[in-house]
């Protein structure tokens, strides 16, 4: 079946250390991957994606992600936290197989960046 | 900038009702989905369409239903409600050709049925 795993429910750090969630995935062929960050009681909010090309992919709020083609992984990063980044966090995948446009989504991630 | 808008923030129905979320998109996209976000599921697929008229299940239809009679609009109808549909419902809208497109999401209906 294919899947997105997102294997850590929450990640905390420190404001301004670098920050990093993880997302891999089990997908048939090649598939285009997104990042979604939900802000409390507000809907999904586009961060970036990739479709082919760079490896390295920048999005929004300073927010980069780097494709692993091997690993299968898609991690999110960014290289200085901010407590305004605190917000939970979903990786969603779209084979290139599968007729529709429906994305696949991990479980999310809560991302918790302490002052 | 594309809105997705949602016709309750809070909705609160009793078991056995007839229960109609709304949402509505002012972009002209073709694509329309209903999931549902429960605590350490994620986001499930409910449904989605592709056009006026057209609806497709998703991976977790049963339950529900949906209505797509204008472009801009897309429902979803729980039938008779239970408690086990208590949860958070986004709707989001891509416009065709979407493979590569992302989806914009309204900001939510949290439904409670007791």
Redesign the interface.
């Known amino acids: 079946a294919q899947s997105v795993a997102q294997p850590e429910?929450q990640v905390n750090v420190a404001e301004g250390n670098p920050l990093t969630v993880k997302c891999t995935y089990s997908v048939s062929g090649n598939p285009?991957l997104?990042w979604?960050v939900q802000y409390p009681?507000?809907?999904?909010?586009?961060l970036l994606?990739y479709?082919t090309g760079d490896n390295l992919v920048k999005g929004s709020y300073g927010f980069e992600a780097e494709f692993n083609k091997s690993q299968t992984s898609f991690h999110l990063k960014k290289p200085s936290a901010l407590v305004s980044d605190s917000a939970l966090y979903?990786c969603?995948v779209?084979p290139?197989n599968q007729a529709?446009?429906?994305?696949i989504?991990?479980?999310?991630t809560t991302l918790s960046v302490s002052s | 900038d594309v809105k997705?808008t949602q016709s309750s923030?809070y909705l609160v129905k009793r078991t056995g009702e007839k229960v109609f979320l709304e949402c509505v998109q002012d972009m002209d996209h073709e694509?329309m989905?209903w999931?549902r976000q429960d605590p350490?599921?994620?986001?499930?697929?409910i449904y989605?369409s592709?056009d006026v008229k057209m609806k497709?299940k998703?991976d977790i239809p049963e339950g529900y239903s949906v209505s797509r009679e204008k472009k801009e609009r897309f429902s979803l109808i729980l039938e008779s409600a239970s408690t086990n549909q208590t949860s958070m419902y986004?709707c989001?809208s891509?416009p065709i050709g979407?493979?590569?497109?992302?989806?914009?999401?309204?900001?939510?209906t949290r439904l409670t049925v007791t």
């Open positions: 429910d285009y997104f979604y009681n507000r809907g999904l909010q586009f994606k479709i979903f969603a779209r290139l529709g446009t429906a994305l989504f991990g479980k999310g | 997705v923030r694509n989905f999931y350490g599921l994620g986001l499930r697929l989605f592709y497709e998703g986004l989001a891509s979407g493979r590569f497109n992302e989806q914009y999401f309204g900001p939510g």
